[in-house]
């Protein structure tokens, strides 16, 4: 197997730290140490921590996140039971980590938004395929008959996300998953036919 080299472990050591510990909540010695190099070795694979936090956010989009989306296109289940299944293991991925870190795309949404244009246009992308992700899940359900019609799918999949986003956020300050059950509860009843 081959060893990471020096940019790699500083790209995985910056989700985990970005995750953990914020955006402004640490430094670049913070990351190179979680890393094992030199902190000197940071400016010879990165313009910037902005521009380290833009990749962090790309690679925990392609590796975290989308290992959950593909849920969402398993066709082994119907695609209600993908779209709840979806949502209960992204729950109970946070419910893991006992509610302390939240979800990376929306802790970096919340603390660079108004800070980066660069992690902000990013992020726009991120939030724009995990919505095409959800929509074309629920026009499967649509087309099933197990989600309702007269609801646009694109509206509706964007209202998911957000009220997800939201859930999550409450979650973390209350450290338990009763704000993943309300919208469990709440979303399945009313877009279910």
């Known amino acids: 197997m081959a ?9 995985d050591a910056a989700v985990q730290t970005l995750h ?13 140490d979680a890393a094992g190099v030199p902190k000197g070795s940071f400016y010879n694979h990165f313009e910037s921590k ?3 936090g833009a990749e962090a956010l790309d690679r925990f989009w ?3 996140a989308c290992g959950f989306l593909s849920i969402l296109s398993d066709e082994s289940l119907t695609p209600l039971d993908r779209l709840r299944r979806y949502f209960e293991s ?3 991925a946070l ?9 990376l795309i929306g802790n970096l949404s919340v603390e660079l938004s108004d800070q980066s244009r660069l992690v902000r246009d990013r992020l726009a992308s991120v939030f724009a395929g995990w919505t095409r992700s959800i929509e074309i899940c629920l026009r499967d359900a ?12 694109g509206m509706l999949a964007g209202f998911l996300l957000n009220a997800w986003q939201g859930a999550v956020l ?6 338990d998953g009763g704000a993943f059950a309300a919208f469990q509860d709440i979303i399945f009843k009313t877009i279910t036919v």
């Open 170 to 175: 409450r979650s973390r300050v209350e450290k």
């Open 95 to 103: 419910a893991g980590r006992d509610y302390a870190c939240g979800c």
């Open 3 to 11: 060893r990471p080299n020096c940019r790699e472990k500083i790209l």
């Open 90 to 92: 992204a729950g109970s």
């Open 62 to 64: 392609q590796s975290s």
């Open 20 to 32: 953990e510990r914020g955006f402004n909540g640490c430094g670049v010695q913070d990351i190179t």
């Open 142 to 153: 649509q087309r099933a008959g197990q989600v309702r019609a007269d609801l646009d799918a």
């Open 50 to 52: 902005e521009v380290l």
